[in-house]
């Protein structure tokens, strides 16, 4: 509506005469003279539309393919009554029922059902029976009335206007009470069928009232009120009754519709939308387990929501039994007890997830599983309800879109599936790797709109995410941000960089990642909404992952505050514990470890129970562990890793890299509790597992398998090291040194990763096989690394790290005064610094060789320069704390004691 | 029901066919009207449904190109105009069938045959839709106002309905004709602002 044509309706009458003058609203309103009140008595009188056997009907009420429910008036004692009437007479002046008969003869049954029904039920929360006459032929049920609203609207209002506690517990309270009356109809063999919110009025005093048992049957009865296989209204409906199979239902249907009640009342939301094709509807009712959103947790408790979740098992085996043990359950709630529902251990809460998330993202990838296996039909379902589902969240029109694009994929993969067949036909067996990647070679050859070419590659970047191939996500999520350009919106730009952020940050590139993400931030300037928060608290928690594995600590922490931030302008739970595990990892990065490990573990307390995506939790359940073992908390450590690799797992499989990354962690958690053997073999089997750099065809795939092998050569070496048993410190440095030649198979991978492992081989080259060889290997990395990489802050570090090494060796002076002079550590050291940061433990590693070289000469002026560096570095080790204190102590216990 | 100041704009809402909360409100604000409207015109109680069924299908798919504008007249006039041309739809279809023990065709205010009660009500004008509109509006302030005033206030506002005297009322309910006055009054501000109230939304 055009703001004009509004302005011109609140204007004072326009000249053309229409009456919207005063003098008329002051006839309407009238209230000068006592007029008002005649209006008013007159307004008051019920319209009578007729009678019917002796009731005055006052209004109809609802209509329905069982009949006409009205309100009406006993003449009598002038109570009110709701009747409820065959449509029989009416049906005449509609178009008529196909076959009259049969539906008379079959509704006449389903009264008679619903008569006997009622009148064999007396609860004060079901709606009670008053008469049964006739009239004209036709039969009718009096029935007490009930002024109250439809459960849903009543718990709308509820939530409302009155406080979050006071009305979880009223609509809770509501919930039992109606479970309790359906629970009597249990008892004595009847099932209701068709409980809904506009089943259920409450009214005066919250208390609930059942009504219309029209579906009701008894159990193991012939069942006479059944059409067409269903009986019933569709969106509450169980998986049993849309299966058609009646012998399928029983009190536990009623336990389901219970659930999606509660549910409804609940968070506000049908758990299933009535308005879907009636395909797609039933199709998630047998398949899609109702979420609880991150928005539904100041609502509904996790323990409530598992007592839902209960009832809403599609398994009526695994349901509450009857509506009576629902109703106990619900009162536990109430009562502060431990819940029926809840899981014997934490398990129980991932399992769930991992269910929920299964069919709910990863659907793409078992599409082109479903695709390997030749299965077309499965796999064009699965696109359309990946996409459709996804969209579910959001906005109709978006869901409309949604369907659109799922459309043209479908199309799109439809060709690619032809052209599997040709391959499979020639008798190439076809992996779901192959899939995407003959997918990406099919996008690069054909000739794709633009807007198709985006959508596909976005999907291949998920999916390649997916199966942990981030340097082929990265590269899509790249040229998907290309093709974007001014094409979309700043919200679906900022969506693809922190893909690509992410996928870079897990395929170890740091660098490249924080400026995918900051770019994000970039994009998202100016957006206002929480849609927008929401992406800045993810781009933010990205630079703040990436500044972390950098070791830039105060900038990490500055970023995941940001990101904090956002997630609570988005108002969105599982993003502000995402933020919080983030910022646990800037704070270990600073040294603060307790503080870290807080953090982490309160992120994983916020997301407990919470819809999270999978990966999501499962890295916050992994940094939870990773802290509580950098905290020296092993036990609290393995039970983190373990509940993280059920997840995982099942989540990514096996092989996964984030798997094993967990995998790692948890062997490291082993060995603080000193199962050495444990951890040891499962180091070294994650080693053959993770397999050579060489079995991939692309250099990214090998780069990122090489960061993995090199991380768990590195550990594996560090174990045997501690373990020290015979033959231990040679196996050792053939893992140090086989994790070395790993870091060179990784193009711009971050030298720190580099330093710890190459200085721990040649510190045991020293022990093991003398200094000298240990001096050689280590000017032959430093070749290497210099020629490798070609950056001079790489060379700087490196050789500050054996610069300390090797100067601390008392013979080793000589060497150290041909290997680094002052002036080449002075221009390491301020290399160092420029790059990392002035107060970087790497820029400690710098000051310290140089205060090292300083130390070692005979000249004045540098002996001086030396005291004065020392003073500085001891102020610098006592007063940063907070900014990488703690790896600042560990290099100082390392070293000579400052005197 | 407390109606926010954005209510102001319920028609404007309409505008939007996705703005689901008002679609509702409006449905429950003027259903009422349209199915009472059509029972005084004489339809029975099922078609009576179905007018105002088919009137809100109608609302739903045009209400996002109307425009209200001086020129084509108000809101009101157009709901009377979409609700005539349906009630006369559903008389034209019921004259049909021979069989049909229904409402009786009544065409530009003549009828046909029936009864005197049908007669009477027969009268397909803008002016009957007015009075029932202004009872309609009268109605939703009452039944706020029977929500939101003391029980006592509202029972003796019922029998100040009824005709009954100031007096006497004051006498049974063993209070000052003062105090019955008193309510009397403020029942009458109450109303007077919420018809106003609801009739400004209308804009």
Redesign the interface.
């Known amino acids: 509506m055009s703001g004009g044509a509004m302005d011109d309706a609140s204007d004072p009458p326009s000249p053309s005469g229409h009456p919207t003058g005063d003098a008329e609203r002051t006839a309407i309103l009238a209230f000068e003279s006592d007029a008002w009140i005649d209006r008013a008595a007159r307004a008051a009188e019920p319209a009578i539309i007729g009678e019917i056997a002796g009731y005055r009907l006052v209004r109809v009420v609802a209509r329905g393919a069982q009949g006409t429910v009205y309100e009406a008036i006993e003449p009598r004692t002038g109570r009110r009554v709701a009747i409820k009437r065959l449509m029989r007479g009416d049906a005449a002046l509609g178009d008529g029922p196909a076959e009259p008969t049969h539906a008379i003869s079959l509704e006449d049954t389903r009264f008679a059902r619903e008569t006997s029904v009622l009148a064999a039920l007396a609860h004060p929360n079901i709606v009670s029976l008053l008469s049964a006459p006739e009239s004209d032929g036709a039969r009718l049920l009096v029935m007490e009335w009930i002024e109250g609203e439809s459960f849903d609207r009543w718990a709308d209002a509820v939530w409302s206007t009155r406080g979050r506690d006071d009305a979880l517990e009223t609509i809770v309270r509501a919930l039992v009470d109606a479970a309790r009356a359906i629970s009597v109809a249990h008892a004595i063999g009847i099932v209701h069928r068709d409980i809904k919110p506009t089943n259920i009025l409450v009214g005066a005093g919250d208390a609930p009232k059942v009504l219309d048992f029209g579906l009701a049957k008894e159990f193991d009865a012939v069942d006479a009120t059944r059409t067409q296989g269903f009986a019933g209204t569709p969106s509450w409906c169980a998986p049993e009754q849309i299966d058609g199979r009646p012998e399928g239902i029983d009190a536990r249907t009623d336990v389901h519709a219970l659930g999606l009640l509660a549910y409804r009342a609940l968070t506000g939301r049908a758990a299933f939308d009535g308005s879907l094709p009636i395909g797609t509807l039933f199709e998630r009712i047998r398949h899609e387990v109702p979420a609880f959103r991150a928005e539904d947790r100041a609502r509904v408790p996790s323990e409530l929501a598992l007592v839902i979740l209960r009832a809403l098992e599609k398994d009526p085996a695994r349901r509450y039994a009857n509506a009576s043990a629902l109703a106990d359950d619900l009162e536990r709630f109430l009562a502060g007890e431990p819940v029926e529902a809840h899981p014997p251990g934490t398990l129980y809460v991932a399992r769930t997830l991992v269910r929920r998330h299964r069919t709910a993202t990863i659907g793409l990838l078992a599409a082109f599983l479903a695709l390997a296996a030749g299965g077309a039909a499965s796999l064009l379902f699965a696109i359309d309800a990946t996409r459709a589902r996804n969209a579910e969240a959001a906005r109709a029109d978006e869901a409309e879109e949604a369907r659109l694009r799922a459309e043209r994929m479908n199309g799109y993969f439809r060709d690619l599936l032809a052209n599997l067949r040709e391959q499979d036909a020639a008798g190439t067996p076809t992996t779901a790797a192959e899939i995407v990647k003959l997918a990406v070679r099919s996008l690069e050859t054909s000739q794709t709109p633009p807007e198709l070419e985006r959508d596909l590659r976005a999907t291949l970047a998920e999916v390649l995410f997916e199966i942990g191939d981030y340097a082929g996500s990265a590269a899509q999520f790249e040229r998907l941000v290309g093709l974007q350009r001014e094409a979309v919106g700043p919200p679906e730009r900022a969506r693809a960089l922190i893909g690509l952020a992410r996928a870079r940050q897990l395929g170890s590139q740091s660098g490249n990642a924080l400026l995918a993400a900051e770019q994000a931030i970039a994009v998202l300037d100016g957006s206002v909404s929480k849609a927008a928060d929401e992406l800045r608290s993810s781009a933010y928690g990205l630079v703040a992952v990436a500044e972390t594995s950098s070791g830039k600590g105060p900038a990490a922490l500055a970023a995941a505050d940001q990101a904090l931030r956002f997630a609570e302008a988005s108002g969105l739970a599982p993003q502000r514990a995402s933020a919080l595990s983030t910022r646990a990892l800037a704070l270990d990065a600073l040294g603060n470890r307790e503080a870290a490990a807080e953090a982490a573990n309160e992120a994983v307390r916020t997301a407990r129970g919470l819809e999270l995506p999978l990966g999501e939790w499962s890295r916050l359940l992994h940094n939870a562990g990773y802290l509580a073992l950098a905290t020296r908390r092993y036990d609290e450590a393995l039970a983190h890793f373990d509940e993280t690799l059920e997840v995982r797992r099942r989540e990514h499989g096996e092989r996964h890299p984030r798997t094993m990354h967990t995998e790692i962690q948890r062997a490291l958690a082993l060995r603080g509790l000193t199962r050495h053997d444990e951890a040891i073999d499962g180091l070294v089997a994650l080693a053959a597992a993770v397999g050579n750099p060489g079995d991939d065809a692309s250099p990214a795939a090998a780069s990122s398998r090489a960061a993995q092998r090199l991380n768990i050569l590195r550990h594996l070496g560090s174990s045997l090291e501690i373990r020290g048993q015979e033959g231990d410190r040679a196996r050792a440095i053939d893992a140090y040194g086989k994790a070395v030649e790993m870091w060179f198979e990784v193009p711009g991978n971050t030298v720190s990763r580099l330093t710890g492992t190459a200085h721990s081989l040649v510190r045991l080259l020293a022990l093991e096989r003398g200094e000298a060889v240990a001096v050689d290997q280590a000017r032959a990395l430093l070749a290497r690394v210099a020629s490798a990489s070609g950056r001079a802050e790489h060379t700087a570090l490196l050789r500050a790290v054996f610069g300390q090494r090797l100067a601390e060796a008392p013979f080793a002076k000589d060497a150290w005064r041909s290997m680094a002079d002052t002036a080449q550590c002075r221009d390491d050291a301020r290399i160092i610094a420029e790059h990392f940061g002035a107060r970087s433990a790497e820029a400690f590693e710098g000051e310290f060789m140089l205060l090292l070289a300083l130390e070692r000469s005979d000249e004045p002026s540098l002996v001086a320069e030396a005291a004065s560096l020392r003073a500085s570095i001891e102020k610098w080790s006592t007063d940063s704390f907070g900014e990488n204190s703690d790896r600042v102590r560990r290099l100082m216990r390392s070293r000579p004691a400052l005197p | 029901m407390t109606i926010p100041p954005t209510q102001l704009?319920l028609?404007?809402r309409l505008?939007d066919p996705?703005d689901q909360e008002a679609w509702q409100r409006f449905e429950a604000r003027y259903r009422?009207l349209v199915?009472?409207f059509s029972?005084?015109q004489g339809l029975?109680?099922?078609?009576?449904?179905d007018v105002a069924q088919t009137v809100f299908g109608a609302l739903f798919r045009a209400m996002p190109r109307?425009?209200?504008?001086?020129?084509k007249?108000?809101f009101r006039?157009y709901l009377f105009r979409v609700v005539r041309n349906e009630i006369s739809r559903v008389r034209a279809r019921?004259s049909r069938?021979a069989?049909?023990?229904?409402a009786l065709p009544i065409v530009e205010g003549v009828v046909a045959g029936g009864d005197a009660r049908r007669a009477q009500v027969a009268e397909l004008s803008e002016r009957a839709f007015e009075e029932e509109w202004?009872?309609?509006h009268?109605?939703i302030a009452?039944a706020e106002i029977r929500r939101t005033f003391a029980p006592e206030s509202v029972a003796i506002f019922e029998r100040?309905?009824?005709?009954e005297p100031v007096e006497a009322i004051a006498r049974d309910c063993a209070t000052s004709t003062q105090a019955v006055h008193k309510v009397?009054q403020r029942i009458?501000d109450k109303?007077?602002a919420l018809?106003?109230q609801q009739?400004?939304e209308e804009?």
């Open positions: 704009t028609i404007a505008q996705k009422e199915v009472r029972t005084r029975q109680p099922t078609d009576a449904e109307f425009t209200l504008d001086a020129a007249g108000r006039s019921e069938p069989g049909a023990a229904a202004i009872n309609h009268y109605r009452m100040l309905m009824r005709g009397k009458r109303m007077k018809v106003e009739i400004a804009a």
